[in-house]
């Protein structure tokens, strides 16, 4: 005969270790290209700017880390506030004359 408490600490759901992390969400990727098409001359791009543009999603209801990658070609100055970077899309942002603020 099994005693009625055992039942009810098997039903409780199974808690991990001491070893277990939150793993934090992946960021939002932008490559330069949609940006050059998509901004203008000395647009601030920003994740607000980027989320009210819809080029980026919410994920879970809050908004993402954004990591902006050097696929394409950049033609205009822009002015990039809180974003990750990749360090090619670092490098043609600041050729084309732009500015990057952490």
Same mark, same amino acid.
Do not use: H
């Given at each position: ?17 001491? /070893?277990? =992390?939150? $793993?934090? %969400? ?5 490559? +330069?290209?949609?940006?050059? *098409? @998509? #901004? ?17 999603? /919410?994920? =879970?209801? $809050?908004? %993402? ?5 050097? +696929?394409?070609?950049?033609? *205009? @100055? #822009? ?19 732009? =500015?990057?603020?952490?």
């Amino acid at each position: 005969m099994v005693p009625p408490i055992r039942q009810l600490i098997k039903k409780y759901p199974k808690l991990r270790g001491y /070893r277990f =992390k939150r $793993r934090k %969400p992946k960021p939002a990727v932008v490559n +330069v290209n949609v940006l050059d *098409k @998509k #901004f203008g001359e000395g647009s601030l791009i920003s994740p607000e700017i980027l989320l009210q543009k819809r080029l980026i999603r /919410r994920i =879970k209801g $809050r908004l %993402p880390e954004v990591k902006i990658l050097g +696929v394409g070609k950049v033609t *205009k @100055k #822009f002015i990039v506030k809180g974003c990750l970077f990749s360090e090619s899309a670092k490098k043609k942002i600041e050729k084309a004359g732009g =500015k990057i603020e952490e």
